[in-house]
């Protein structure tokens, strides 16, 4: 055998006797769990979500031993067993971790903040398309003053609210409506001063 074919063989043997390494986390829900130290078989696995399910494969550290095991949220106990001969490193990791029940999204609200640009008083009234309700100002408000009111975000973070105002002028009350539709960031603030003209008749 020639020097260089031995070099070859000594490294196929090398890689081939490798210990199995663990991969890195795979799966949508790696960010959510973390494992803790394992002790008489068992490990505690983590899931930080407040709602929804993670399945998760939890394996000692440079081992093919692994178990696949459904959490919930906050800690569970997770086992895992030794084998035999017993893993001489009982570091665990996450190997997999995926959504079988998504967490439950808390709800987003904008606040609404409005501004009267008129020269009447205006009884500010809102529709909410998003949370399907109607608010009405408790009063009406006068020139320069303002009212604030919320707006239920979607899940990609937009409002979609109509204004029905009733501005009363000397000669009569009459409606201007006013459709928005935008996106906000969550929880974040709309502003908007109204004027007599804008917005349509309704």
């Given at each position: 055998m020639t020097r260089k074919l031995a070099l070859m063989f000594a490294t196929a043997v090398a890689v081939g006797a490798a210990p199995q390494i663990a991969l890195a986390c795979t799966?949508?829900?790696c960010n959510a769990v973390t494992a803790g130290a394992w002790s008489n078989g068992r490990v505690t696995v983590t899931d930080k979500d407040t709602s929804g399910k993670i399945s998760v494969k939890v394996c000692f550290k440079n081992s093919k031993v692994?178990?696949?095991w459904g959490i919930n949220p906050g800690a569970n106990s997770v086992a895992l067993s030794q084998p035999k001969p017993p893993v001489s490193d009982t570091t665990v990791e996450i190997v997999e971790a995926t959504y079988s029940q998504k967490p439950t999204k808390a709800a987003s609200y904008v606040t609404l903040s409005l501004t009267n640009g008129t020269a009447w008083d205006v009884s500010f009234g809102v529709h909410d398309d998003v949370a399907k309700?109607?608010?009405q100002a408790p009063s009406d408000v006068t020139k320069g003053g303002s009212w604030s009111t919320k707006a239920l975000q979607t899940a990609d973070g937009f409002i979609d609210?109509?204004?029905s105002n009733v501005i009363r002028t000397k000669d009569?009350?009459?409606?201007r409506c006013l459709e928005v539709k935008t996106q906000v960031n969550p929880g974040g603030q709309w502003?908007?001063?109204f004027t007599e003209n804008e917005g349509r008749k309704c």
């Open positions: 799966g949508d829900a692994c178990n696949p309700q109607n608010t609210v109509t204004f009569g009350s009459y409606y502003s908007h001063t």
